[in-house]
Every structure is written in structure tokens, then in C-alpha cells.
């Protein structure tokens, strides 16, 4: 169900968001563990180039103005004081590292060597002490420290950590959602090419793999339907012409065939080359054959001139129209065969148009199937007389129409009953074959089983 398949891609996305930011936290942690002191370094020198001017400005302006004037002046933190406060908390050894690595550039690059002492107060608030030359009295300046481990963390560290992040992601990702899925897809592909009949896969994974695996869930069932097919149109073959080979194997055996035997002999004959045909047109398909436009009256015609004028009337609409010639002849033949031998004559077949679409109907004048079993009436090998298949009925004749309606791009389907229309039907039931005239000239996709 789509809502389903919401919930399953929003609880994905939060994994994975999930996964993401746990990845950047842990990558932080390892860059500031392997590149903390390098960068700390680097910090502690721009610091001190920093603070080795602001210290001299600031003492050359204390030769002149008073220390509270210099500090509103410039924002700086001063404090006379001769020893500045001890710091509520212990300075960590790395702090008090950084300290003296501060105190050493501020050495080089002043003409003397200033005090500077860590005062650490808070968990955050990290500071150094550092002593300033005066004339009148002794001031300490108060700069805050940066900590390597503070939040936001240093972009560089920050672009290294996300760097890391979708590396680790994008690997995860390909391991779970790509390359997991493929495995099992390769699998249920090996065991396709020796021949076994695998169960459907699970769609599973990135959308792009779960839709390779539903194209391969629908190939299976294709190839499970075919075979299924070819077992039973082999079992059918073996049981239709089982019959009259039979009697024409008895019959021959007779010493002398009277006339009534020979015509008996050749009805069986008729049987099977009807049987066979029947066989090779539903083997056929159709497809390869090209669209050719003809009119449709005469090709009708010709299919009808067989059948006696008595027993199967016209009514035929001039148009012309690109169709497969062979193929819907061959499906109109069936239609008229069923007719005549399932339903009553006289049979009527009718050609018009109406609302752009070609329609060939079939009417006959007995009692038509059942509703209930125009479905199965469609499928291969399906006879709702089992009697028919003694006179050379296999099953096959509607399945071959139903498929030709579909290369044509039409459709099949059967009336019963009065229509609503101001004329009265030429017959109690029929086969309506209808395609459309405007998606006619279009090439028409294979039919898949």
C-alpha cells in the first residue's frame, strides 16, 4: 500500500540521517584526536602574532592614558593588579602546553619575555593572564582562549568529519542497499540459467535495485506462465490428436474401406489439419507480420466466401484500415467456425464504425456461453464443450482472436441480450471485435503471456 511504502522510506531516511550524524560526530572525535595538536599549533601562532601587537598598542597607550580609559577605548580586558587570581579550576595539561607555546611567540616577537599565566574558570571559559609594561602600576591583560574541543568545532575539522561521514555512509549504502540485494538477485539469477523455478525476490534496497528486482519478479512469473503453457499445449496436442489417429490407424486396417468408411477417414483428416492449424496459429502469434491498410469489406468477404449465403449473411460497411491481414483473417475464421459450431444459423457477420473504432461482429442465433465463463473461455487449451475436441476443437480458437485483438491494439468482448439501439440485433449473441482507427497505424507492442 502506498502509505506502507511511505513509512518505509521516511523510517529509511531517518536511519540513514541517523547513521550520518553518527558518523560525523565519531570523525570529529578521531580528526581532533590525530590533528587537534597540529591545528592547535597553528592557532597558537596566529594567536600570538595577534596578541604580540595588541600588547604593544596597548602599552604604548598606557605610557599616556589611564588603564580604564584604555580598556573603554579599545574593549580590552585590563586588571591592575600586581598578581592576577588564581584559577578556580586546574588547567588541564594541554592548556597549560598551549600557555607556554603562547608565551614563547609572544617572546619572539616583543622586545621582552611578558608573564603569562592559564586561568581556567568554567568548562568553556578558558583564558590566559598576561602581563603588560606600565609606568605607574602593574595591569594584566585577560585574553580568552579558543578550545580545540568547543562547539562549532573548526571548520577545517568540521569539512574533514562530514568528508568522512558520507564516505562511511556511501559505503554502508552500497554494502547494505545496493550490493546485498544484487547478491541475492545473482543468486536467484544463477538458479533461473540452470533451469529451476526460483521463488520471487524480495524488493528490498535502493528504489533503482527494487525496481531491477520487481522487472525480474515479473520475468520470473512470464517464464512460469510460459512453461506452464507449453506443458499444457503439449499435453493438448498429445490428447486432440490422440482421437483421430487413432480411428484412421483402425479404419486403415480394414480390409476394404467403403464409402461411408472413406468419408469418415477424411472427416478425421479435416479434424487434423484443422487441429494443427489451429496449433500453428497460436505458435505464430502474429507479431512479424506488418501492418498493411486494406479494405477491410473485401478481406471480410473473402474470409466469408466459403460458407454457403444462406447460412452466413453480410453486412459489411466500406472501410479501409492498416491491419495484419493474415492474422485477423484467421481470427475472423474462428469466429465464424465457433459460430456455426456452437451457436445456430444463420450467422451474420457486420462491419461499421463507430466512434473511431473498427467493429467486426459475429452473430449467430443460439443461446451463447455463460457470463461467468467468458474468462476462462479466453484461455489457451479451454473448451466449455468437452465433446468439441472429438470433432477437431482444441481449445484454441478464441485465445487466437483474443490475441489479435490485442496486437491490433483492440479488445474482445461477447453480447447477449437486446442492445440498446433503435435497430433490432441480426441475432441472439456475438463476438464484438473492436479497434481503434486512431491508434490503428501505430506499432503495436508483443502480447506477453
Known amino acids: 500500500m502506498p502509505s506502507t511504502s511511505w513509512q518505509k522510506r521516511i523510517s529509511s531516511l531517518l536511519g540513514w540521517g541517523t547513521l550520518a550524524l553518527g558518523s560525523s560526530a565519531f570523525c570529529l572525535i578521531v580528526f581532533q584526536a590525530l590533528f587537534g595538536r597540529q591545528l592547535e599549533q597553528l592557532q597558537t601562532i596566529q594567536l600570538g602574532r595577534d596578541l604580540a601587537l595588541n600588547v604593544r598598542l596597548t602599552e604604548l597607550a598606557l605610557e599616556r592614558y589611564p588603564p580604564h580609559l584604555v580598556a573603554e577605548l579599545t574593549g580590552l580586558d585590563l586588571v591592575v593588579t600586581v598578581r592576577p587570581k588564581l584559577s578556580p579550576l586546574t588547567p588541564s595539561t594541554a592548556f597549560k602546553r598551549q600557555a607556554e607555546a603562547l608565551q614563547q611567540q609572544l617572546c619572539k616577537r616583543l622586545s621582552h619575555c611578558p608573564m603569562v599565566h592559564p586561568h581556567h574558570s568554567a568548562r568553556e571559559d578558558r583564558s590566559v593572564w598576561i602581563e603588560l609594561i606600565s609606568p605607574l602600576e602593574p595591569i594584566w591583560l585577560r585574553v580568552k582562549v579558543p578550545s580545540m574541543m568547543r562547539w562549532p568545532p573548526e571548520p577545517t575539522l568540521l569539512g574533514l568529519s562530514l568528508v568522512g561521514a558520507g564516505i562511511i555512509c556511501g559505503g554502508l549504502f552500497l554494502l547494505v542497499e545496493v550490493e546485498a540485494p544484487l547478491r541475492g538477485l545473482e543468486k536467484a539469477l544463477a538458479r533461473v540459467g540452470e533451469g529451476g523455478g526460483p521463488d520471487a525476490v524480495p524488493a528490498r534496497g535502493a528504489p533503482e535495485v527494487q525496481r531491477l528486482t520487481q522487472r525480474f519478479n515479473a520475468m520470473v512469473q512470464r517464464l ?50 484443422r487441429i494443427t492449424g489451429q ?58 467456425d465457433n459460430a456455426f459450431a456452437y451457436g445456430s444459423a444463420p450467422v451474420v457477420l457486420r462491419l461499421r464504425e463507430v466512434d473511431s473504432r473498427c467493429i467486426i461482429e459475429i452473430w449467430d442465433q443460439g443461446e451463447g456461453m455463460p457470463a461467468n465463463q467468458w474468462e476462462q473461455a479466453l484461455q489457451p487449451f479451454h473448451r466449455l464443450d468437452r465433446s468439441r475436441g472429438q470433432q477437431g476443437h482444441c481449445g484454441l480458437g478464441l485465445a487466437i482472436v483474443s490475441h489479435v485483438a490485442r496486437i491490433h491494439g483492440g479488445r474482445l468482448e461477447c453480447l447477449r441480450g437486446k442492445l440498446q439501439s433503435q435497430q433490432p440485433p441480426p441475432g441472439r449473441f456475438a463476438i464484438r471485435l473492436s479497434i481503434p482507427i486512431a491508434l490503428n497505424d501505430q506499432p503495436s507492442a508483443p502480447m506477453q503471456s
Open 224 to 273: 512460469a506462465a510460459s512453461r506452464q503453457e507449453r506443458a499444457t499445449m503439449l499435453a493438448g496436442i498429445a490428447h486432440d490428436l490422440r482421437a483421430p489417429i487413432t480411428r484412421l490407424q483402425f479404419r486403415l486396417s480394414l480390409p476394404e474401406l467403403s464409402p461411408e468408411d472413406r468419408e469418415r477417414c477424411a472427416g478425421d483428416l479435416q479434424s487434423l489439419e
Open 279 to 336: 496449433f500453428l496459429l497460436f505458435a505464430g502469434g502474429g507479431e512479424s507480420e506488418a501492418s498493411v491498410e486494406v479494405p477491410l469489406e473485401q478481406l471480410l468477404a473473402e474470409v466469408a466466401n466459403s460458407h454457403p449465403a444462406d447460412e452466413l449473411q453480410l453486412d459489411l460497411s466500406p472501410l479501409s484500415l492498416a491491419v495484419k491481414p493474415v492474422a485477423l483473417g484467421r481470427a475472423v475464421a474462428n469466429l465464424i
